[in-house]
Structures are given as C-alpha cells and as structure tokens.
C-alpha cells in the first residue's frame, strides 16, 4: 500500500502532495517519537542488555517491574540472552500475574487461567520451542489485559529491531511484531501508530504487507481477549491465510478466509453471501471438538477468541491433535420471517430439521406428529410415494433408530402413508417449496425452546403471581420468536425444568438498559417492571427492541398455532394482573441445552448430527 496512507491513521485525511511519500517516511519516525516520548538519556537503539528504567514514564511500581520483565522475555525470544535455568519452568500465567497485579498477587482471570496451561503444549512449531511460544504467549497476553503498557511493548520491540544486525534476531522480532499487531495496538497514541505503520511498510521486508494487513483489521474490530491458538500462531508464523471449511446442514461445505480480527457476524455473512442466503438473520455458527458443541452466535466476538478459549481450555491433549469444524444453523426464528421469500435459508432449516428429528435433537409428542413431518420430508426428497414399501425403505432417513425396529416399519409405514394422502387432499396444489415452508413454519411452532437464544441471569426482580416482588438468583433467559421466558433448570429426578415467566412480545413495551448496562429492564402493557442484572444485558435489550414491533404473525404462522393449541390443549396458566404474563412450574421442557458457567454457551446436541456420513441419504 502507498506510504502516503499513514498521514489518514487516526485524524482526518490529508490530501496527497507531489513526494509526499518521503515527507511522511521522514516525519512520522519511531526515533523521533522516542526522543520526544522516552526518558532523558534512553538509548532508543538495539541493545542486548536488561532496561533500568521503562522506556516511558510510568507512576506506578507495579506498571515498571512488568515493563523491565516483559523486556527481558523480548530480549530471550529474539536470542539477544540465555536463558536463566530458574525460568525454565514458569508458567505464562504465572508471569503475567505477576506483572499485573499489585502487591504480587495473582490476578485470577480467564487469560491467566489460559496462560498457565500453556507450558503443556507442545507446538514446535517452524523450529520454536514450547518455551519460546510461551514468551509470546506472555508478551501479547501483557499487552492484552494491561493498555497502559501496550504502547511501552511497542516501543521496546521498535528499538530492538531498529539497528539490528543480526538476521536471526530480526526474524524474531518481526514474528512477535506480527503477533503483537494481531492481538492489540498501541493505546492513545495516534502519532505512535503512525509512526509504527511508517516502520512496518519500510522497515517489514516479506512481513511489511501482513503486518500491515493485521493493524488494520485490529484497528476496525479491536483487542482480542486471548493471545493466538496454536491454529492462529501458524498462520502468523507463515504469513499465509487462514481458510477454513463451513459446513452447512445439508452436507455442503462452504471454505471462508478469516485473520485474527474476523468477528463470527463477518463469517456468517461470508457463508450467507457464498451460498445466497438474503436473510441471515438467525442463522448462527457452532464448533464442535472433542465431542463437544459450542454455539459461537453470530454477533461481533472475535472468532479466534473463541477458538484460543476452547482450544485452551482442553485438558491432557496435544493442541496439534485438536480436530474442530465450524457449522452453520439456525438458532433463532424471528416472527416476521417467511420461509417462502428465501428458498436458500428454508432448504437448510429443512435439512436441519430432518436430521434434528432423526437423532433426536427435536422430539415430537405423538406418533401422529412424527408421521406429519417424514410425509412431507419424503415429498419433499423423494416425490409422491408409490407404495407403503417403498417408504419403509427410507425410514432410517427420517426416524430415530428405536421407532421402527423389528416388527414397526409396517406400522410406521401405513401410518407416515395415510398421513400423506391426507396431505394431499388437503394440499392438493402443493409444491417442493411451499412443503418446504410448511415444516420450517411447524418447526418454530413445535419447538420454540430448540430455536432460542439463551442468557444467564444472576439476579432478577419483578412482580409475582400474588403482586409482590420476586426476587431470584441464577435464571436462564430464552428469547425466541414467540417472547422472552425465565427459567430455572432443576436437576430433578424428573428431569424436568422450570418455566417460570413467559412474557409475549406483543405484551411488552420496551426493553432499556440501566446503570451502566449490566441491568435490563423490561416493561410490560400493563406497566409491570421485570429487572435483569446479567453480564449480557445490552445484547437482550438489543435483541428483544428487534423483536418489538415487528411480531406480526403470518396468517400461516397464525394458523398453525391456533391448531397446535387445538391439538395440545392444556389447562389455562395462572394470571395476575401486570398483563400477558404466566408464571408456571414444573412444566416439563423437551430442550436439550445447557449453559457453562464460562463464556461459552454449551449446547448439548447429539453429536451424530455433526457426523458428515450421517447427512448422506
């Protein structure tokens, strides 16, 4: 990229002028802001002895000792020293504890956590060590959870390339630079940055272009939380791009390029563009390793962030060995979305849903509904049946295992028969599509709890069945398309959980943030106030303001409720008087999820639903 780009970093642009290339080459320089920005006296140049003093000023004791020892961890990385044996054995962990927390104690973090695991793995990876991938480990985790020494990293990896002569050392220091400008950027120093982007483009050599690359993407979707995955740290240590396989509900696969600053919202609309979906929302991302789903959403985190915490988190296994893959599902249904106006995004969630049944994820209540839906999947896959015989050939399609063995295909195959001359008559004009449409529509109404988005609620406030106010401690928060529902997982022998409030959109008013985002609020018609405090708030308000006044119902949507509830018909739930509200208990669920206690969400899938060879028909 032209040099000239490096003046538009942080201010506003300034028009080109004849050799204002070498203007900027020679204004914007690390040694001139280190000799207006360091102390009096620092040699701003190559040296292969420990700092005395940080190169900034700092006010604090705690701020200049990890100053001092992250620069001797640069000074080890780029061989300019040998190691002290006494160190061999510190954790990363261990050390940025110690850097970063006052008095010397250690601060108890998800990073630190992470870090102090890192010593087990073994990545030699392009000739560096175990060792030597901690020391960035430790570098980049410094500058991730501590801003006020960000700039200070920077500046001491700028001197120990500037005057360099060694070619070893250069590489080095380039690869914890690539590293570095991956994960973080300098704090509150527009001029800084400048100056470190003129460096790069000049000074970079094979690695000018990926670094530059790298600040940018950093710059527009900000710090990581983690420092690289050993999946990450190969693609800084070769420059080469990161793609990676998608794999979709029908089978297909689609390939995506990501960096260090790919958020999962910009992988999901690379896959929704690739395929042609025109309606991405609620389709969201999920990983699966070691036998375990994680559902990664589909807002702005950072996707290696993700990967480098579940990578991480795996205990007594060699990272090199971790086998994980990407899918893309749908999680949520909104209540305006017609599947008929995207054949693309209808055609997965079918696919999605006949899978789901077949293994057991969505369970249906009657034999009756069971057949409903293969019917429609068989006309849909396979046309209009010729013969009883020739559904109960395909049965092992559609039905999970334990339905038709020995003696009940013929049972299941008379029944899933009649129930298609039935639709036929019915639906005598039915196409592909539209019976495509039909069973996404009877997805949603069947199990709402299978498409929803969850929170964790550590505190809740709100009016109770008899007006006064309840006050509960650690709920679950669902939000899909019908309205936002409290509940309270009881691991009881009956293994049933507790509803405990279901609130309908088209009963609440607003939902707005409160005292600095950590509390929701969410008001009723009826002026009832129901409080949330939870680490997610702004993301349920968001999500809940989407909802709310866009919860017109399809008349096709309207209809099939209205037969679900002819259908099922249960005794009416109390009401109080704070409108559209139901508290019950002990109201059996047939969700299968669970929530970590981490930051992933843990969804509890049979994993033969990610199992490829089980998607062939």
């Known amino acids: ?271 929704a563009r690739k395929i042609g979906i025109r309606d991405k929302f609620g389709f969201c991302l999920y990983m699966t390793v070691s036998h375990q789903v994680y559902s990664l959403g589909d807002g702005h985190e950072l996707i290696m962030d993700d990967i480098a915490e579940i990578e991480l988190g795996l205990k007594n296994v060699n990272k090199r060995e971790v086998s994980w893959e990407l899918y893309l599902r749908k999680e949520l249904f909104a209540p305006w979305q017609d599947p008929t106006d995207d054949k693309c995004a209808a055609d997965l969630v079918f696919q999605q849903v006949v899978g789901g049944i077949r293994f057991e994820e969505y369970k249906c209540e009657t034999d009756e509904d069971y057949a409903d839906f293969v019917s429609k999947s068989y006309y849909i896959d396979r046309g209009k049946p010729t013969s009883i015989d020739s559904i109960k050939n395909t049965l092992h399609f559609y039905l999970p295992e334990d339905k038709f063995k020995s003696s009940k295909e013929d049972y299941w195959a008379t029944l899933i028969f009649d129930k298609f001359q039935k639709f036929l008559v019915e639906q005598p004009e039915m196409t592909v599509d539209k019976a495509k449409a039909l069973v996404v529509r009877q997805a949603m109404v069947e199990w709402p709890f299978l498409f929803s988005r969850f929170f964790v609620a550590e505190k809740f406030c709100g009016p109770g069945p008899d007006g006064e106010d309840v006050k509960l401690h650690n709920l679950i928060v669902a939000v899909n398309w019908r309205g936002l529902f409290l509940l309270k997982e009881a691991r009881a022998e009956n293994g049933k959980q507790q509803l405990l409030l279901e609130l309908e959109f088209r009963h609440i008013n607003k939902a707005v943030c409160e005292r600095g985002g950590v509390y929701v609020m969410v008001q009723t018609e009826d002026g009832g106030e129901f409080m949330f405090e939870m680490p997610d708030a702004e993301k349920l308000r968001e999500l809940v303001s989407l909802f709310l006044g866009k919860n017109e119902y399809s008349k096709e949507l309207d209809a099939l409720i209205d037969a679900r509830k002819a259908k099922h018909a249960t005794p009416p739930p109390t009401q109080n008087n704070t409108g559209g509200l139901s508290w019950l208990l002990q109201l059996p669920l047939t969700a299968l999820w669970g929530i970590a206690s981490g930051m992933k969400e843990v969804v509890k899938l049979p994993t033969r639903l990610f199992d490829k060879d089980n998607n062939q028909q």
């Open 1 to 271: 990229p032209p040099i000239s780009y490096v003046r538009d970093i942080g201010g506003t642009t300034v028009p080109a002028e004849e050799n204002d290339g070498e203007d900027i080459i020679q204004e914007f320089t690390y040694e001139k802001f280190a000799k207006a920005n360091c102390r009096e006296g620092t040699r701003i140049h190559r040296q292969v002895e420990p700092l005395q003093e940080p190169l900034l000023p700092y006010k604090t004791r705690e701020d200049k000792q990890a100053a001092l020892e992250n620069f001797m961890t640069i000074l080890r990385f780029m061989g300019e020293i040998q190691e002290e044996s006494d160190d061999d054995n510190v954790s990363p962990g261990d050390s940025v504890s110690r850097h970063n927390s006052p008095a010397g104690s250690p601060v108890d973090s998800p990073l630190n956590s992470a870090l102090r695991r890192a010593p087990q793995i073994d990545l030699g990876l392009l000739g560096l060590s175990p060792n030597e991938i901690n020391k960035i480990c430790i570098i980049v985790g410094n500058g991730i959870i501590s801003s006020n020494l960000r700039t200070e990293i920077y500046c001491q990896l700028c001197k120990q390339l500037s005057k360099n002569p060694s070619s070893r050392s250069r590489e080095r220091g380039w690869l914890l630079m690539s590293a570095c400008i991956s994960c973080f950027l300098p704090s509150h120093q527009p001029y800084f940055l400048k100056c470190l982007v003129n460096l790069i483009l000049t000074e970079g050599g094979n690695r000018a272009s990926f670094c530059e690359r790298r600040l940018r993407r950093t710059l527009e979707n900000g710090t990581r939380s983690l420092p690289p995955s050993w999946f990450e740290l190969q693609a800084i240590c070769t420059m080469k791009p990161l793609q990676v396989p998608v794999t979709l509900m029908d089978g297909n696969t689609v390939r995506v390029l990501m960096d260090s600053a790919s958020t999962i919202q910009e992988i999901t609309q690379q896959v």
